[in-house]
């Protein structure tokens, strides 16, 4: 079936450090991305998106990175600071097949930033 | 400034009782949404809405049941509460064909 899934739950980076948290998704037809950050006792905030008739998007220290051909979807967060310390999920839909299909979320990585 | 609320933030009830958790967002948006949370799983659609007087069940619906009787509101009920519906509740809202959706603070329900 239809899936979003996470390689690794946690993830540990040295303050200053690049992190990368990597994202698989198994259905062709999503074309549509989006990674949500969640501090803890808070409810998910929007990082970042893209579609799928893009490789690359960059943010404020955030880029998403997409790569259709084997379905895999990572952000990257540039010298990581503590308030990075959060869960992360990715979410994949679709918005061009006209149907009604929601966000279908991911289970989430775990970052912390070490000092 | 344009908000999403959820209350209460914290809830416990017993078992077989009826619970109607409260989702309000001044963003006016036609898009509403609830969704669990729970380890292992992240974030699971139980029902939505794309306008006033519409709703939709979404994965994990069984149990649950929602009304939409004006832009701003969304409320959630259980009908009977169960063990299995201790979980983290999140609600969010989004624009008409939107996909970026804004959450709420959550509302962690335990059932016992």
């Known amino acids: 079936g239809e899936s979003v899934g996470l390689h690794l739950p946690t993830l540990s980076v040295q303050e200053g450090d690049n992190s990368i948290i990597n994202c698989a998704y198994s259905?062709?037809?999503?074309?549509?991305f989006i990674w949500y950050k969640q501090e803890s006792g808070k409810g998910p905030q929007f990082i970042i998106d893209?579609?799928?008739?893009?490789d690359k998007r960059q943010g404020q220290r955030v880029t998403v990175l997409l790569n259709k051909t084997v379905k895999h979807l990572s952000l990257q967060i540039a010298a990581t600071q503590p308030g990075d310390s959060a869960v992360y999920f990715c979410?994949?839909?679709?918005?061009?097949?006209?149907?009604?299909?929601?966000?279908?979320f991911g289970s989430g990585t775990q970052l912390t930033v070490l000092p | 400034d344009a908000e999403i609320t959820q209350s209460p933030r914290h809830k416990i009830t017993e078992t077989g009782r009826q619970v109607t958790l409260a989702c309000h967002q001044t963003?006016?948006?036609?898009?509403m949404f609830w969704y669990r949370q729970d380890l292992g799983h992240g974030l699971r659609l139980i029902h939505y809405?794309?306008?006033?007087?519409?709703?939709n069940k979404g994965e994990v619906s069984d149990g649950y049941s929602v009304s939409r009787s004006n832009t701003e509101d969304l409320p959630l009920t259980l009908e009977s509460a169960a063990s299995s519906q201790t979980s983290v509740y999140f609600c969010?809202?989004?624009?008409?064909?939107?996909?970026?959706?804004?959450f709420g603070s959550g509302t962690r329900l335990t059932v016992v």
């Open positions: 969010a809202s989004s624009r008409t064909g939107e996909r970026r959706y804004t």
């Open positions: 893209i579609r799928s008739n893009m």
């Open positions: 259905n062709s037809a999503s074309d549509y």
């Open positions: 809405s794309y306008g006033v007087h519409d709703t």
């Open positions: 979410a994949e839909t679709s918005i061009s097949s006209g149907s009604a299909r929601q966000l279908t």
């Open positions: 963003w006016n948006h036609n898009n």
